[in-house]
C-alpha cells in the first residue's frame, strides 16, 4: 500500500486572517511573520507542541478508555507505528505553523522489554525525527525522560529506595540527553513526577532528597562530558501523581537547587497549571524565577477552578496571559526557552480537527496578551505607579536602609526625634484593577 502523503486531508496551512476573521481555522492575532522589535512573531513566541498530549493523548481518564482514535495508528510493530506517528506530527507542525515540539523519550519511541531494546527503538526514531527536523524546519525546543509511568518507577526514580532503580533511571536519562544533543534540542527537562512521598511512614525524606541532587549532578557532569549546551530546566509541581513533590513550586525548587549547589546549572519550566495547583497564580512563579534569573521556559496550559487537579487544558484566559506575559517581558523573555503547549483535549474532543481548534486558541490568546502586555509596558502606568509606592526608598533615610547603611538604633532616634507616625496611603487596587481592563477591554 501507497504510504499517504497526507494525515490532515481536510486541513490546510493555518493562515493569519486578522481579528475580523470568521474562519475558524485561521489566526486572529498570531501572525507568525509580522515584525515587532526587528524579530517576528514566530521568533519572538517560539511556541511547540507536546508530543505526548498532542500525538499520544487518547483521552483517557481514571474511569474509562481512550476515546480518541487516529487513523494513523496503524503498522506491523510498534516501532513503524512511531515512525508513521510522528510523520503525522510532523505534518500538524507545519500545518499549525509552530516551530518547535518537545518530547518524552517513551511517547516517541515504545519502551522495549530490555533497556537495550529501549534505546535501539530510541535511536531508531531519533534517526526518524532528524529527517524529519531536517525535511520541515520544525526544531526540537526539549527532550526529557518518561521516569514516572512504567511500574519499576512507583516508588519514585531518582528518590526510589532501591539503588538498582536509581541506577536505572541513570541509564534512562542519559539516553534520553543523548537524544536531545542529537536532535538539537535547546533545552532539557527534569519534571519529578514520582519524586516524591505517599507516606512519611516509609519514607526518609532527608535520603531522598540527597538521592535527588546527586542524580541532578551526575546528569550536569555528563552532560559537559559530551558537550550538550542545552539550558537545563526544573519543571515545579507540587502533587500529582505523588502526594507530595519534593519540587513543589518555584521557591522550593530554588532552596533546593541552591541547598545543593546546583543553582548554576538549572532554571525554570513554570507550568500554569502546576502554579495553580501549588496555590499561586501563574505571574507569581514567572516572578519568583524571574527574581533570581532563573526564567527558563514556559508549559503552556490551564487547570479548571473547580477542579485540584492538572486539568491540562489550552489556555484561552487573555487576562490571566497579558499579567503573565507582562512579567515575562519585563524579565527579558525566555531566551532558548518557549512556550510549550503542555495541553490536551478534552476527552469528547474526537477529531483530528480538534488538535487544530486547541491550538489554535492557544497561540491566539498568547499572541494577544504579548501584544497587549507589550502595550502596557510601554505606557509605563503601572510601572510608575509602582516605583512611586517604593520612591521612599530612593533618598535619604530610606535608601540608607536599602544600601544597608542604617541600624535599629538610628532608626529608632530617627522615629523618636523626627519621623513620628507614618502618613497611611492608599494601594488602589481597584484602580489599578480598572486600568487593566481598559487594556483588555477598551
Ligand atoms: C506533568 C508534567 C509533564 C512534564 C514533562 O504534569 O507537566 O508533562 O511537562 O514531563
Ligand atoms: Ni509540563
Ligand atoms: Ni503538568
Redesign the pocket.
Given at each position: 500500500m501507497k504510504k499517504p502523503t497526507t494525515h490532515f486531508p481536510k486541513i490546510k496551512s493555518i493562515a493569519y486572517e486578522g481579528p475580523g476573521s470568521a474562519n475558524a481555522l485561521a489566526f486572529r492575532h498570531y501572525n507568525p511573520v509580522e515584525l515587532v522589535d526587528g524579530k517576528t512573531m514566530e521568533q519572538h513566541m517560539r511556541f511547540s507542541v507536546a508530543y505526548?498530549h498532542a500525538f499520544r493523548g487518547t483521552g483517557s481518564d481514571p474511569f474509562g478508555l481512550g476515546t480518541i482514535v487516529r487513523p494513523w495508528e496503524k503498522g506491523k510493530d510498534a516501532v513503524s507505528v512511531a515512525k508513521v506517528r510522528m510523520d503525522a506530527a510532523f505534518e500538524f507542525f507545519q500545518k499549525i505553523r509552530a516551530p518547535f515540539y518537545c518530547f518524552?523519550d517513551r511517547d516517541i519511541a515504545p519502551e522495549g522489554a530490555t533497556l537495550a531494546q529501549s534505546n535501539k527503538n530510541l535511536a531508531a526514531i531519533v534517526a526518524h525525527a532528524k529527517s524529519l527536523q531536517k525535511a520541515t524546519g520544525v526544531k526540537l525546543l526539549w527532550g526529557?525522560a518518561n521516569l514516572f509511568s512504567n511500574p519499576r518507577y512507583m516508588c519514585g526514580a531518582s528518590t526510589n529506595p532501591d539503588a538498582h532503580v536509581f541506577a536505572y533511571a541513570a541509564a534512562q536519562v542519559k539516553s534520553a540527553i543523548d537524544a536531545t544533543k542529537e536532535l538539537g534540542g535547546e533545552n532539557y527537562?527534569f519534571?519529578g513526577?514520582r519524586e516524591g512521598y505517599e507516606t512519611l511512614l516509609n519514607t526518609n525524606l532527608k535520603r531522598e532528597q540527597d538521592h535527588l541532587a546527586a542524580f541532578l549532578h551526575l546528569a550536569v557532569d555528563y552532560a559537559k562530558s559530551i558537550g550538550f549546551k542545552g539550558q537545563f530546566l526544573i519543571?515545579p509541581?507540587p502533587k500529582e501523581p505523588t502526594k507530595h513533590q519534593y519540587d513543589f513550586d518555584v521557591a522550593s525548587g530554588i532552596a533546593f537547587l541552591r541547598t545543593y549547589g546546583l543553582e548554576k546549572y538549572f532554571k525554570f519550566n513554570i507550568?500554569t497549571n502546576?502554579a495553580t495547583l501549588a496555590g499561586h497564580t501563574f505571574q507569581h512563579e514567572i516572578e519568583v524565577a524571574a527574581s533570581q534569573h532563573m526564567l527558563g521556559s514556559i508549559?503552556a496550559n490551564a487547570g479548571d477552578e473547580l477542579l485540584g487537579w492538572?486539568t491540562d487544558q489550552f489556555n484561552t484566559n487573555v487576562k490571566e496571559l497579558t499579567l503573565a506575559m507582562t512579567s515575562i517581558l519585563k524579565a527579558g523573555g525566555l531566551g532558548t526557552g518557549g512556550f510549550n503547549f503542555?495541553a490536551k483535549l478534552r476527552r469528547p474532543s474526537i477529531d483530528p480537527e480538534d488538535l487544530f481548534h486547541a491550538h489554535i486558541g492557544g497561540m491566539d490568546a498568547y499572541a494577544l496578551a504579548f501584544k497587549l502586555a507589550r502595550r502596557i509596558i510601554a505606557d509605563g502606568k503601572f510601572d510608575s505607579f509602582v516605583a512611586d509606592r517604593y520612591a521612599s526608598f530612593d533618598t535619604g533615610f530610606g535608601q540608607d536602609i536599602a544600601s544597608g547603611k542604617a541600624n535599629f538604633k538610628s532608626l529608632e532616634k530617627l522615629v523618636l526625634t523626627k519621623l513620628g507616625e507614618p502618613t497611611p496611603r492608599s494601594g488602589k487596587q481597584e484602580y489599578l484593577e480598572n486600568l487593566l481592563n481598559t487594556y483588555l477591554h477598551g
Open positions: 505526548w518524552h526529557t527537562v519534571w513526577g519543571e509541581k507550568e502546576h508549559d492538572d503542555d
